[in-house]
């Protein structure tokens, strides 16, 4: 099955600076890759994905990048405010399931 | 904005006790699932429904689970004799199609078996 690995499982950026979550997977014929943003207490909420006839996509300060030869995708968050801290999951499925696999999270920490 | 909910938010109960876990997906989503988190770990799937049976289901998902859609708003799952290993975070999620768009999740249920 499917396995994502995802890094870094913390991260502290300053106000203002920017944010990078890598995430890789094992499965090729994965070919749609969300990311969701997980606030305390609430539950994961779907914030940007990326399907893999396309490399790049943005919405405002947030992109995804997707590396299919490489199984890589990576969340870039630009301009950081304090509300992005949160904990942030990867995931990925293909057109064959209806699961999604996540990865393990990453906790940001965004400092004022 | 439609989403999905969940109750309780918390739930307590004995070792060997039955659970059920409610969810209202989002009015016009076809497919259900659940999703479970134990404390430091990934968010695992369990199971997912579409058309009054199941679709798809984990290794995790044995005879000691269920669900059941018994009206037309509300999903469950049933967890029929409690293990200790079942305290995690529950989470519904609906979509409104299956193997393409995106899934929404609920806050969860966190069930806290003792």
């Known amino acids: 099955g499917e396995n994502v690995e995802q890094h870094p499982s913390t991260l502290s950026v300053q106000e203002g600076d920017s944010a990078v979550i890598k995430c890789t997977y094992s499965?090729?014929?994965?070919?749609?890759f969300p990311w969701y943003k997980q606030e305390l207490g609430k539950g994961p909420q779907l914030i940007i994905d990326i399907r893999s006839n396309v490399g790049e996509k943005k919405d405002q300060r947030i992109a995804v990048t997707l590396n299919k030869t490489a199984k890589h995708f990576s969340l870039h968050i630009t301009e950081t405010q304090p509300e992005d801290s949160a904990v942030y999951f990867c995931a990925a499925k293909s057109s064959n399931d209806y699961k999604l696999s996540f990865g393990a999270g990453t906790t940001v920490t965004v400092r004022a | 904005e439609p989403e999905v909910t969940q109750t309780p938010s918390h739930q307590v109960t004995q070792m060997g006790q039955e659970v059920i876990l409610r969810c209202v997906p989002i009015s016009n989503h076809l497919y259900f699932y659940w999703y479970r988190q134990i404390l430091g770990q990934k968010v695992e799937f369990l199971v997912s429904?579409?058309?009054?049976?199941?679709?798809?289901k984990s290794e995790i998902f044995d005879d000691q689970f269920s669900v059941e859609r018994p009206d037309g708003s509300n999903f469950t799952l049933k967890i029929r004799s409690t293990k200790l290993e079942d305290s995690a975070m529950y989470f519904c999620?609906?979509?409104?199609?299956?193997?393409?768009?995106?899934?929404?999740f609920g806050q969860g249920t966190r069930l806290t078996v003792v």
């Open positions: 999620a609906s979509s409104e199609a299956g193997l393409g768009p995106e899934a929404f």
């Open positions: 499965d090729s014929a994965s070919n749609y």
């Open positions: 429904f579409y058309n009054n049976e199941i679709s798809e």
